[in-house]
């Protein structure tokens, strides 16, 4: 069956970096785009972009342009997140899900169990 | 004002229907956008529920059940998820989402109380 398994929970100073991974399992790891969403504690989700992982290829929402970097390991079929100069405003879980067309950055039909990431002095 | 607008909160009693609205911001017609719904409980990921543009171009997420439907309300601008018969179990969070200007864009969300 599919599955996105993402790495363990971060804490992290103000000023540093984070590096989130997504393993997947199940498909054609190639085949599928991979997004990344976070979420704050108590708010609603926020798009960050995505990764093509058979070229990749990125894309990122504005906000986080700069600061993100997407990559992706196609021999053991794991993306990376990566999210610079972190702030408390970065406290969050952070989710990778997968686009549910092949070959299209489309809505994502499945959900890692998310990474939680503390930003704290 | 947002790309996508839900009510943040929305009670319905076991049994009856529940009709989530995302409307969308003036200028920007509801006719031409897939408008894709998730589902989120405490403290687990969101579940993709259903995507809906029009009765020819829908699609159901595998195993969610045929009471969660899609639709639109072109005279108000709005998506709406339709839950029928109601049970405890639908209580959770829903977002809707669309691609608008090649970036996704998430609804704020409404919490549904069953009760």
């Known amino acids: 069956q599919v599955q996105l398994v993402q790495s363990g929970a971060e804490v992290k100073k103000p000023g540093a970096s984070v590096k989130v991974s997504c393993k997947a399992s199940?498909?054609?790891?190639?085949?599928?785009?991979m997004h990344w969403v976070r979420q704050a504690p108590g708010q609603g989700l926020d798009w960050m972009g995505w990764?093509?992982?058979?070229?990749?290829?990125?894309k990122f929402a504005q906000k986080f342009q700069g600061r993100v970097t997407m990559t992706r390991d196609t021999s053991i079929s794991t993306v990376y997140m990566d999210l610079s100069r972190l702030t408390s405003d970065d406290t969050a879980v952070y989710y990778c899900?997968?686009?549910?067309?092949?070959?299209?950055?489309?809505?994502?039909?499945?959900w890692g169990q998310g990474t939680k990431v503390t930003v704290s002095s | 004002q947002a790309v996508l607008t839900q009510p943040a909160s929305l009670s319905a009693s076991p049994g009856a229907s529940a009709s989530l609205t995302c409307t969308l911001r003036?200028?920007?017609?509801?006719?031409?956008?897939?408008i894709h719904w998730y589902q989120q409980k405490p403290g687990s990921p969101p579940q993709y529920l259903l995507t809906?543009?029009?009765?020819?171009?829908?699609?159901?997420g595998s195993g969610v059940p045929s009471r969660f439907s899609g639709s639109k309300d072109a005279s108000a601008n709005a998506g709406i998820l339709l839950i029928s018969g109601l049970q405890s179990e639908d209580e959770a969070d829903y977002y809707c989402?669309?691609?608008?200007?090649?970036?996704?864009?998430f609804g704020g969300g409404t919490k549904l109380t069953v009760l």
């Open positions: 899900a997968r686009a549910m067309t092949v070959g299209s950055p489309d809505a994502f039909d499945m």
């Open positions: 199940g498909y054609t790891f190639t085949g599928h785009y």
């Open positions: 990764i093509n992982p058979n070229t990749g290829g990125t």
């Open positions: 003036s200028g920007i017609n509801v006719g031409t956008y897939r």
């Open positions: 809906y543009k029009s009765d020819s171009d829908k699609q159901q």
């Open positions: 989402m669309i691609w608008h200007s090649s970036v996704l864009v």
